[in-house]
């Protein structure tokens, strides 16, 4: 059986599942105090930004913390530092379109891809904000999202909360883990070996298993999209070098497609 050929319909099967078996977030989790923590600047639009949107609509103080600068995603184009400055820019924008004030903002300044060997020094910074701020919700990476500095982040504030000792709600959100057939297609090879394919059904299917909650993000896609807009340098080519890779070429554009559906999904748990 050929998995290109039977991606779309798969891919509607799986989404219908999910969103057959969701458990909703209602108006009282919508007004919980929350920390969103996001590994680059625009994971956190594409992973819950439909949700802080609301969340601040609903009244919620809710502040984002962004682990590591993202100077390192088109450093082989622009100097690191340049792209660090341009990011954090961005980052900034996005969270206005989201109604996050800049004052709650923040940037622990850790070197993108260096997170993993400076996981000491993030803990205590986590701690410093977690204390300052009392959350009753955290926004995370899933734990097994595949990509270094979310992984990272993770264990990173999972290690901070063990130690902070407050009772809190996770909420993990799934950013590359969406690189899994038939959410997103097969690059390069087309006929991938059975070992592979069956590597990423089996993904697909922990997607079902255990991201249950889900907020109902339908009414405010415009706002989300216009809040990924303002991190240009991924969503657009700075310079015009085919090597500038955007989200939008990422599987075809399958990628980005997987944030802008009617729900975004969590895997949710209480913590301590």
């Not at 103080?61 to 100077?71: A, E, P």
């Not at 997607?207 to 993000?217: E, P, R, T, Y």
Request: glycine share 6%; proline share 6%.
């Amino acid at each position: 059986m050929n998995p290109v050929a039977i991606q779309i319909p798969i891919r509607r099967v799986c989404r219908a599942l999910m969103e057959s078996r969701r458990i909703e977030c209602d108006r009282t989790h919508l007004c919980q105090s929350a920390i969103v923590f996001a590994p680059h600047p625009d994971d956190e639009t594409l992973g819950c930004g439909g949700t802080i949107f609301q969340k601040k609509q609903a009244g919620a103080d809710l502040k984002i913390v962004f682990m590591t600068d993202g100077s390192q995603s088109h450093s082989h184009l622009i100097p690191a530092e340049k792209l660090k400055a341009i990011r954090a820019q961005e980052a900034l924008a996005a969270a206005e379109k989201l109604g996050v004030e800049p004052t709650n903002v923040f940037f622990l300044g850790i070197g993108d891809g260096s997170l993993a060997y400076n996981q000491a020094i993030a803990i205590e910074k986590v701690k410093q904000i977690i204390f300052r701020i009392f959350p009753e919700t955290v926004f995370i990476p899933y734990v097994q999202d595949g990509v270094p500095d979310h992984d990272a982040t993770n264990q990173i504030v999972i290690a901070a909360l063990r130690q902070c000792g407050i009772p809190v709600t996770v909420y993990e959100y799934p950013i590359w883990f969406w690189r899994h057939w038939p959410w997103t297609v097969f690059e390069g090879d087309k006929s991938p070996a059975l070992a592979v394919w069956r590597q990423n059904l089996a993904s697909s299917l922990r997607l079902l298993q255990q991201f249950s909650c889900a907020v109902d993000i339908h009414a405010v896609l415009d706002h989300k999209r216009i809040a990924l807009e303002q991190h240009q340098s991924q969503m657009t080519r700075l310079k015009p070098d085919p090597r500038w890779v955007t989200l939008g070429d990422v599987a075809q554009g399958d990628f980005l497609d997987c944030f802008f559906q009617n729900y975004e999904f969590f895997r949710r748990y209480r913590f301590n």
